[in-house]
């Protein structure tokens, strides 16, 4: 398979129509932008293997990249005009919902979006179907398990300023409550690349606070770490990221990651039988030199799956007849075998602790249905 074209490049106003044309909206800047190498790998991966397979409805799966690091409604815009043009024919790829939320909209009804990113929930544009995480799976029983092995009660939320962190902080206050009445004692919002954590990090050591939930993206989280661990506060909280993977842990730092739990649908360290396969052909096709293809990064490898599984049930491009097909997908990947319920994917959510430059998986969480 050729390498995934490019927006900017003029080769995109060629594409071929006998092929079926995604596009991979993935960030390639800005603080997102570190993880960005191992979303284009782990997607590349799934197309060539769709491709392997015999393509979707016959055809050759290609995939044409858009820098979802870019300004929410210039990304919209450059989605959109793919689109109009039928240069594209779905659209997949991890990016912050800010983005998803300039996006849906503008495409909604025209062609299949499978949105990789965990986010806060509630999505319900048609045409939309999401491969990960949302609190009520991910957090809620997280924050459970932490309560009551380690004792958390009280939360210091620190996210960047956007939907998913703040909507987030609402779940996880809700969460705290039940059902030791642990509760937030402090929440801070902060600008996409900030660099100077040295208030919040004051505040913190200001509060009761035990736990800190860090909803921050890529980069941020990475100097948050540093900052955190500086300070000396890694020696009174811990900290419970929903967004830490493989990359921004090396980033960070042994140093810097002590007492550090992420929860997600996968960690590299997995041990089962799908995600060692995943790795294998992953190394076998991009050498052990490539970005670790963790949680955020695999997503993607979801992302083309599920688009190319929900049009090939359907036997259409036409996004009503995928929707009404949807229910009925399943397909199988590094996450085990998958089904759509109310276009989410239904997966296994993990909790690990930082342990050097990797996670080490305490447990598998039980889903929200089993929590009292």
Not at 205 to 215: I, S
Not at 252 to 278: C, H, I
Not at 293 to 315: F, Q
Request: net charge negative; hydrophobic share 40%.
């Amino acid at each position: 398979m050729r390498r995934p074209l490019h927006l900017h490049s003029p080769e995109w106003l060629t594409v071929d129509d006998s092929a079926l044309n995604v596009a991979l909206v993935y960030p390639m800047q800005g603080p997102a932008g570190i993880f960005g190498p191992a979303c284009e790998a782990c997607a590349r991966l799934a197309a060539e293997e769709v491709n392997k397979a015999g393509g979707v409805l016959g055809r050759e799966l290609r995939l044409l990249e858009v820098d979802g690091g870019a300004r929410p409604e210039k990304v919209a815009e450059e989605v959109e005009a793919l689109v109009a043009t039928g240069a594209v024919h779905g659209v997949t790829g991890w990016h912050i919902s800010s983005v998803r939320q300039a996006v849906a909209p503008r495409i909604a009804h025209r062609v299949p979006y499978v949105y990789t990113a965990l986010y806060e929930g509630g999505e319900r544009t048609d045409g939309v179907f999401m491969t990960s995480e949302t609190p009520d799976w991910q957090l809620r029983p997280a924050m459970r398990l932490l309560a009551g092995t380690r004792r958390v009660r009280r939360w210091f939320v620190v996210g960047n300023d956007y939907v998913w962190p703040r909507r987030t902080a609402r779940a996880a206050r809700r969460y705290a409550r039940a059902p030791r009445g642990g509760r937030v004692c402090g929440e801070a919002y902060l600008p996409l690349g900030t660099e100077d954590f040295a208030d919040v990090l004051r505040r913190i050591e200001h509060t009761d606070a035990d736990g800190v939930l860090m909803l921050l993206v890529g980069s941020d989280a990475v100097r948050f770490n540093r900052a955190f661990a500086a300070f000396g506060l890694d020696q009174r909280c811990l900290r419970l990221s929903t967004l830490m993977d493989e990359n921004m842990l090396m980033a960070s730092g042994p140093e810097a990651t002590g007492d550090l739990f992420s929860t997600a649908g996968f960690f590299a360290s997995l041990a089962n039988q799908d995600t060692l396969d995943f790795h294998g052909r992953y190394a076998g096709r991009f050498g052990f030199e490539a970005p670790a293809p963790g949680s955020l990064g695999e997503s993607c490898y979801e992302g083309v799956m599920l688009l190319a599984s929900l049009i090939e049930r359907a036997r259409t491009l036409d996004v009503s007849a995928i929707s009404a097909a949807a229910e009925s997908v399943s397909y199988e990947g590094p996450r085990g075998l998958l089904r759509l319920h109310d276009r989410h994917v239904r997966q296994r959510i993990y909790l690990a602790e930082a342990a050097g430059p990797d996670f080490n998986v305490l447990a598998q969480l039980p889903s929200p249905h089993d929590l009292p």
